[in-house]
């Protein structure tokens, strides 16, 4: 299975928190499957980050890459195509990074990990 990891599933992974649900915990670690995170979803975690809206359990720069590495989870490109699903998207949900993660998941064809509801009126395929 190849799959994405939204902002807070990617926190709670690196952060060991008991938050992230079983499922999603074990896929993500399953050897068998491909990992990817968006750089949007860094770019996001990095500008919380930057304001103070969030606490990490490092500091970004020892997270990003080194963190994502040992873990086996993948970055993935930004390419035009999602900038072309980006566009075509309903507005069932206003924030611009998470709707770059659900064009990301469209175009390629990736099951993304996120708990959040309104991701489902996009028609991606969602584990929780």
């Known amino acids: 299975m190849k799959v994405l990891l939204d902002a807070h599933a990617l926190l709670w992974f690196l952060a060991g928190s008991s938050q992230l649900s079983a499922k999603a915990l074990a896929c993500i670690q399953d050897a068998a499957n491909t990992v990817f995170v968006s750089p949007a979803t860094l770019w996001e975690i990095g500008i919380k980050d930057s304001l103070g809206?969030?606490?990490?359990?490092?500091?970004?720069?020892?997270?990003?890459?080194?963190?994502?590495?040992?873990?086996?989870?993948?970055?993935?490109?930004?390419?035009?195509?999602?900038?072309?699903?980006?566009?075509r998207l309903p507005f069932h949900h206003n924030d611009p990074f998470d709707r770059l993660v659900i064009a990301q998941s469209l175009v390629e064809d990736l099951t993304l990990i996120s708990c959040d509801s309104e991701f489902a009126a996009y028609g991606v395929k969602l584990l929780w």
């Open 53 to 87: 809206k969030l606490t990490l359990p490092l500091p970004f720069d020892q997270l990003f890459p080194d963190r994502l590495d040992a873990s086996n989870i993948l970055i993935l490109p930004i390419l035009v195509p999602h900038l072309h699903e980006h566009r």
